[in-house]
């Protein structure tokens, strides 16, 4: 089971947090690209508004290429299965990588962002597939940690990313289409060790009515003694499901059976892109700068936020099957409230006293600790849990939608927000922190150790009122 996770891991989320990560290191070195390039191919200076419209492309045209793969990833999940599916995305990761390593020799910028693009789609896919593989092959009791190997390797990926950009490695101006094409490697790992393991036990029985297939996988995956007790839950859901077909993002939508859950998944999902982390990330170097730290040794500090998002998401993977998630995520939240408020005061008044810029850094921290300890990491493993075999894909789908464009929006908002409320912007995360963890503790009820029978029951009672 241990070693499934990774094997999904690699070329899953893993994509995702290496790719967001490895941008932000190059950007120097593609701004001098576009301006050699446009001056070659024209024989004139690249307007300085056009360069940063071009850069913003190759940097948010990631977000679309993520839209566009959630909305496919539920798709391929059905007809491929889903270990076919994270098989087939890598084939995309790959021509990713090629179009954006011969980018600068052919001097093409135009393959950058269609390479971007791809890469992007393979995200999407990713962030999407890998969860619902890793909820249906873990047994009950494990589920909460074996799911939070989806924000591990996530987390895992975006601190990779910021190791290899660093200017010792291939951060440097002659490297970065090596670093930008590198994200080939985890796709081939992924083709490498993926095929070992057996496809979703619950797809080969519910999905494709193969119970020998399902009982095999099952044996492979959870051992001979243990593998009855699973079978008996999958058999269980099969006969609720009576033939059901998987339901598509439209009809899932319109399905009043659903409707808390949906509402739920949505409000975490816009909760946790929303939450202010970008914001500590824009923040972060102006803060250590104020603290005396060198220009050139800020990439190195910056290492501290990944590591820190890495560390939380190990610790909540430890104890979210002995917490549970409720308190874990509404904790998270409350906590992230808190240190809201620390830095409103602390980035209000960071000049006063010399001191007050590393009460900002501990803030900084703190904020990132808290959001990897509950939204960063329990939000998917929510989305898993909350929804039975024939709506987890259109699930995942919806909830991959609104992910990646709240994540665009705030792209695109934030600048604006942050100009025009400077520190005080803290003060809108504020409000949506503690009105996510108000809405968790009224509506969500604890999933730790319950069939997704049962916690389908749970809901019922919200979805068609208490008297039915």
């Not at 789609?121 to 969860?131: A, D, H, K, R, Y």
């Not at 009791?141 to 910021?162: D, E, K, N, P, V």
């Not at 060198?294 to 909540?316: N, R």
Request: glycine content about 10%; aromatic content about 12%.
């Amino acid at each position: 089971l241990f070693l499934a996770v990774c094997a999904v891991g690699i070329g899953g989320t893993f994509q995702y947090g290496y790719n967001v990560s490895i941008i932000n290191a190059p950007t120097q070195h593609i701004h001098k690209f576009l301006n050699e390039t446009w001056t070659s191919r024209y024989h004139e200076a690249l307007n300085p508004s056009l360069l940063t419209f071009l850069w913003s492309v190759i940097a948010s045209i990631f977000s679309l290429g993520g839209l566009c793969g959630a909305l496919m990833g539920g798709s391929m999940a059905i007809w491929l299965g889903r270990k076919g599916a994270l098989l087939m995305n890598n084939i995309i990761a790959i021509l990713a990588s090629i179009l954006m390593g011969i980018s600068f020799p052919t001097g093409l910028f135009e393959l950058l962002i269609a390479g971007r693009f791809l890469i992007g789609i393979n995200s999407g896919i990713g962030i999407c597939v890998q969860p619902l593989y890793i909820g249906e092959v873990a047994p009950k009791h494990l589920r909460g940690g074996m799911a939070m190997g989806t924000s591990i390797f996530l987390t895992g990926g975006i601190l990779t990313g910021q190791i290899i950009g660093l200017r010792e490695l291939l951060g440097g101006e002659a490297y970065w289409p090596l670093l930008l094409s590198s994200s080939c490697l985890p796709a081939f790992a992924q083709l490498l060790f993926l095929p070992w393991f057996p496809e979703s036990p619950r797809y080969l029985l519910i999905d494709r009515g193969d119970e020998l297939s399902c009982a095999k996988a099952l044996r492979r995956l959870h051992g001979s003694p243990g593998y009855q007790r699973e079978m008996e839950d999958i058999q269980q859901e099969c006969f609720a499901l009576d033939g059901e077909k998987p339901k598509k993002p439209w009809q899932l939508l319109s399905d009043r059976g659903v409707r808390w859950q949906l509402i739920t998944v949505i409000v975490m999902t816009m909760g946790q892109q929303l939450s202010g982390i970008n914001a500590i990330y824009f923040y972060a170097t102006y803060i250590f700068e104020q603290a005396g730290i060198s220009t050139e040794k800020i990439p190195y500090v910056t290492l501290g936020t990944g590591a820190c998002e890495c560390l939380t998401a190990l610790t909540c993977g430890l104890l979210i099957d002995c917490v549970g998630r409720r308190c874990l995520i509404i904790g998270g939240y409350l906590l992230m409230t808190f240190w809201s408020i620390v830095l409103t005061f602390s980035l209000t008044y960071q000049e006063l006293y010399s001191w007050v810029p590393y009460l900002s850094m501990a803030a900084i921290f703190a904020f990132i600790l808290s959001f990897g300890l509950g939204p960063g990491g329990i939000t998917n493993t929510l989305t898993a849990e909350l929804f039975i075999q024939s709506s987890r894909p259109a699930a995942y789908m919806i909830a991959g939608a609104v992910s990646w464009v709240s994540f665009f929006t705030i792209g695109m908002l934030f600048p604006f927000i942050v100009n025009g409320l400077k520190q005080y912007c803290f003060l809108v995360f504020l409000l949506e922190c503690s009105s996510v963890a108000a809405f968790i503790f009224l509506v969500i009820p604890e999933t730790k150790n319950k069939s997704f029978l049962e916690i389908k029951k749970e809901f019922h009672k919200l979805n068609f009122g208490r008297n039915n």
